[in-house]
């Protein structure tokens, strides 16, 4: 059984004292491969670095939301040169997010059309991070794929750790978007978020840890790791009835069809 982490921050801080352990951990699970989001310039690298060393570590190049705050004029051109790596194969994490006000709305919107224009002259998928920003992300999105070459058109990118409505699930699947799940879908208090993953279409689903955040039940507390995406393919499988090497088996493909990890 083969499963692909499609969201890990491996390369933070919480990974310093056993990286290597926690990527054997996940090879010894069956995780395969695993995707780095970016989340500022130094992430990028860090994730282009991993990715280097590493025959089964992608990583995407992006700007979080929460720090587009003072970016440099010309910080598209940095962020285009660093796509051009051959283990590059999305750009994110981007977005909005109003939870926090690290970074002003404006600075976060131009941060986030900047870079989806660069994804679309790329031809790259997009991982899009959204917390308390629902509707600007759905609009901004929903014009976006309209202005997308028929090449990456069906396959835009995804709405990572899905956590809004089943209405705002729609509209994002509508506009062709994939939906990722996270540990939330283990945690008690999360009946909408089940209810959306067992009725998604199944060949629009990903697997994703976001380690070191969001530990899956049964490790709730802990730091999360890449292999504990087994833990949300395990409950995937649950809601929707069916083997879990079924699961495995079909949210790979769905991370192979929409980021088409490269050698490099
Ligand atoms: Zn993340």
């Keep these: 059984m083969q499963l692909i982490d499609t969201h890990c921050h491996l ?37 282009i670095a991993l990715a280097s060393e590493h025959a089964g570590i992608w990583a ?50 131009r941060a986030f059309e900047a870079q989806l224009e660069l994804a679309r002259m790329l031809e790259l998928p997009v991982i899009i991070h959204n917390r308390e920003a629902t509707d600007d992300v759905l609009e901004i999105l929903e014009r976006w794929v309209q202005t997308l070459p028929a090449s990456i058109k069906e396959r835009p990118g995804v709405l990572h750790s899905f956590s809004a409505s089943p209405e705002a699930a729609e509209r994002a699947l509508r506009a062709g978007f994939y939906l990722g799940f996270t540990g939330p879908i283990t945690f008690k208090n999360a009946d909408e978020l089940r209810y959306i993953a067992a ?35 395990e409950r995937l ?15 790979t493909l769905n991370a192979e069809t929409l980021f088409r990890f490269s050698f490099g």
Aim: aromatic share 6%; glycine share 4%.
């Design 11 to 47: 390369n933070f801080d919480a990974f310093d004292e056993d990286r290597d352990a926690a990527i054997a951990r996940a090879a010894e699970a069956g995780i395969s491969r695993i995707l780095i989001p970016a989340t500022d310039m130094q992430t990028c690298d860090q994730g």
């Design 60 to 109: 995407a190049v992006g700007i979080h939301p929460n720090s587009s705050a003072d970016l440099e004029p010309r910080f598209i051109e940095a962020l285009q040169e660093k796509a051009l790596h051959a283990k590059v194969i999305a750009i994110g994490e981007i977005g909005l997010d109003y939870h926090w006000d690290t970074s002003p709305k404006a600075a976060q919107r």
């Design 199 to 233: 009725r998604a279409p199944i060949e629009r689903i990903l697997v994703e840890t976001d380690s070191p955040y969001l530990t899956p039940a049964p490790h709730r507390g802990k730091r999360n790791e890449p292999a504990y995406v087994r833990l949300v393919a």
């Design 237 to 251: 499988a649950a809601l929707r009835q069916i083997p879990i090497e079924a699961m495995a088996a079909q949210t």
